[in-house]
């Protein structure tokens, strides 16, 4: 190639529900604006970028909103089962490299893009609750850095390329999320990827970033290890100890230390947080055990501690009334609640009663109330608990019970569900926000905020999520984990992290709208053009009734 010839690279703007991917051709549409947003409101938009030569592009923005504009680069991840392939909607059930983590752009803000294919930029515009309303012009031109050792084989750099949207800011401020937005953290993942535990300040770092991550995507409850939680462990065996109770025990009485459990407390509050969930005082599947705990620094209980055990249940009497008494000095009645055993079945429904009455009797439900994911209406029916959290594809069994709170769950993800899955589109996991406003959904959960090991949590410290991002090749990708481990100990976001943030402002803005114009306008403005009611399986498809929704919503908005 001659040293004079330019290379000229293309420039186009996408929404953030089209998936760029390096093996594919780009055929999304071009994005035409204008976008909108609320203040307080996060709104995201892609730069799909292509170059017949590898090259380093520098981005400038020109923008009154300029401070409050990130842009990070798309980057692709190995996944061996990217989704089921009998999902209609599907864009993909090959194994292959999908977009997920948004990195950080590189040093001097340089943006590297390889050679005939298609990358992206992440844009996301975070409008502070006083961003100036009105329509405004983002313009973000693409230079070709220009020194020497970033202009490969000498080649003078491609012309700039300039591409340009309106965002009309609302002056309407995006009102307080009041979903209980809970996607489990685990914390001996951070443990083992990062090598540190609470004795080390560096632990508490770590933790303070990504607790600040989960406050600004909209996930407003910490998981709360008393002990090491035992979720998706095999029987018999034990993930890495992570618990924030200190636990001593002298001639049968026990004492309790709060120290570090206060500790995280107060941190998580510090970033944003104000709402936990305790760790499951029972395993999983059937609360047939005590969970691992450690008492005068040594394993006290665990698999081979029945769930009925008098040791077990005397514990748990001295313990209940002391934690009660704890998080009512915290101010934490009615901001949190407790797990007794992770989606029983139908066969363990006796022992599961059993169990929840153990603790029932030192946690007031109007203060400290327990929730599980379960699924079996008959739980409900038989009057074991009145707090269950189904599956989205078991919510409908549950429609006509009568339930003190309505929450609802989703893991991996079926015909119709909303999906953050790797291999499906952005709009099915952009559709959960309208569906848990439409449906009065008060609580979320999802399993898998950072789940960093294999199924069954076979593999821990050795086991790499960046080269394998479906659990031991058990789930999906994408179903696991919501954010990477950063290697200076802050959280990798993901393309389905943030469309999962975009939806819950979605269930806000309808909120929003309620508020000023009342319910039924909501919903007609919602259901207008369908036939049907919403329901989670069946709602219209592709992106476009999502994007035309969301138009609606703020013209009503600006209306009034």
């Known amino acids: 190639m001659s040293t004079s010839e330019v290379f000229p690279f293309e420039v186009r703007l996408v929404s953030d529900l089209e998936k760029v991917f390096l093996s594919r051709e780009l055929n999304s549409p071009e994005l035409s604006g204008p976008l909108y947003g609320l203040r307080g409101e996060r709104v995201s938009f892609q730069l799909a970028v292509k170059s017949p030569r590898s090259t380093y592009l520098v981005p400038e923005i020109d923008s009154v909103l300029s401070p409050y504009i990130t842009l990070r ?28 983590p948004l990195m950080p752009l590189a040093r001097d803000n340089i943006f590297c893009l390889g050679a005939n294919h298609w990358q992206a930029l992440w844009a996301t515009v975070a409008l502070p609750e006083d961003a100036p309303a009105g329509l405004h012009r983002i313009a973000i031109t693409l230079r070709t850095a220009t020194s020497e050792v970033r202009t490969p084989w000498g080649l003078p750099p491609a012309p700039p390329v300039t591409v340009s949207i309106d965002l009309e800011v609302l002056p309407h401020v995006l009102p307080q999320q009041t979903l209980w937005s809970c996607s489990w953290f685990h914390v001996d993942c951070l443990e083992a990827h990062y090598h540190t535990n609470p004795t080390e300040e560096h632990f508490w770092e770590i933790l303070a970033n990504y607790f600040r991550d989960m406050a600004v995507h909209g996930v407003n409850v910490a998981f709360t290890p008393l002990w090491t939680p035992e979720l998706d462990t095999a029987v018999g065996q034990e993930r890495p100890t992570i618990q924030l109770l200190g636990i001593t025990e002298k001639d049968g009485q026990y004492s309790f230390d709060f120290t570090l459990l206060k500790r995280y407390i107060g941190l998580a509050r510090q970033c944003g947080i104000e709402r936990f969930e305790m760790a499951h005082a029972f395993t999983q599947w059937g609360a047939t055990a005590a969970p691992k705990i450690l008492v005068n620094g040594e394993r006290r209980f665990g698999w081979e501690t029945s769930a009925d055990s008098p040791q077990y249940q005397e514990f748990l009497d001295q313990l209940l009334p002391r934690l009660a008494e704890f998080l009512r000095a915290e101010g934490l009645a009615g901001k949190c609640f407790f797990h007794n055993s992770d989606e029983p079945g139908l066969k363990d429904i006796g022992r599961y009663r059993d169990s929840l009455r153990r603790l029932q009797k030192h946690l007031p439900d109007d203060e400290f109330p327990i929730f599980d994911a379960l699924s079996e209406p008959e739980f409900v029916r038989q009057g074991v608990t009145y707090r269950p959290i189904p599956h989205t594809a078991h919510l409908a069994a549950f429609d006509s019970l009568p339930l003190k709170a309505r929450w609802v769950y989703y893991c991996g993800g079926g015909p119709g569900d909303p999906s953050r899955l790797l291999g499906m589109p952005s709009w099915r996991n952009r559709s959960l926000g309208v569906l848990l406003y439409a449906l009065r959904i008060e609580g979320f959960l999802h399993w898998g905020h950072n789940f960093w090991f294999s199924q069954y949590s076979v593999q821990q410290e050795r086991f790499n999520p960046w080269l394998n991002t479906t659990a031991g090749h058990s789930f999906a990708g994408g179903d696991c984990f919501h954010v990477y481990p950063g290697p200076d100990g802050t959280p990798i976001d993901t393309i389905h992290y943030e469309v999962f943030a975009a939806a819950l402002q979605d269930q ?20 207008e053009g369908l036939d049907r009611p919403v329901k989670i399986a069946d709602h219209p498809k592709g992106p476009e009734w999502l994007q035309d929704i969301r138009r609606r919503l703020y013209k009503a908005l600006k209306s009034l």
């Not at 806000?508 to 259901?527: C, I, S, T, V």
């Open 73 to 100: 680069s798309v980057e692709c991840v190995p996944c061996d089962n990217p989704c089921s392939p009998d999902d209609p909607d599907i864009i993909s059930a090959e194994p292959g490299l999908y977009p997920a």
């Open 508 to 527: 806000r803005a309808f909120q929003l709208y309620e508020q000023l114009a009342g319910r039924d306008k909501a919903m007609a403005l919602l259901q």
